[in-house]
Nanobody, 120 residues
Framework: QVQLVESGGGLVQPGGSLRLSCGASGSIFRINDMGWYRQAPGKQRELVATITSGGSTDYADSVKGRFTISRDNAKNTVYLQMNSLKLEDTAVYYC??????????????WGQGTQVTVSS
């Protein structure tokens, strides 16, 4: 079993910045891709950014140039630096890890979510 714990959410004014962190712990054999998703009230969960174990990244068009995803493989931690935040970035942000169990089974884990609220 793998646990993902997010931190760093909060209330910020438009144009401000926040940095989210997500640490993985437990019976980790291998973590492949890690990512951040978000879900705003009344909307479906959407991809924000992903990063491979080798450091290749991908972003939703809505956050390109403003958000940066990174990871520390030694710490099994992924980060999301969010700059120039907009009202529409308000959502619950979820961390995601695509893992391989020692049985070679692929298992995807989710964190509990952290609230990001952008408001003046």
């Amino acid at each position: 079993q793998v646990q993902l714990v997010e931190s760093g959410g909060g209330l910020v004014q438009p144009g401000g910045s926040l940095r989210l962190s997500c640490g993985a712990s437990g019976s980790i054999f291998r973590i492949n891709d890690m990512g951040w998703y978000r879900q705003a009230p009344g909307k479906q969960r959407e991809l924000v950014a992903t990063i491979t174990s080798g450091g290749s990244t991908d972003y939703a068009d809505s956050v390109k140039g403003r958000f940066t995803i990174s990871r520390d493989n030694a710490k099994n931690t992924v980060y999301l630096q969010m700059n120039s935040l907009k009202l529409e970035d308000t959502a619950v942000y979820y961390c995601n890890a695509d893992t391989i169990h020692r049985s070679l089974a692929r298992i995807i884990y989710w964190g509990q979510g952290t609230q990001v609220t952008v408001s003046s």
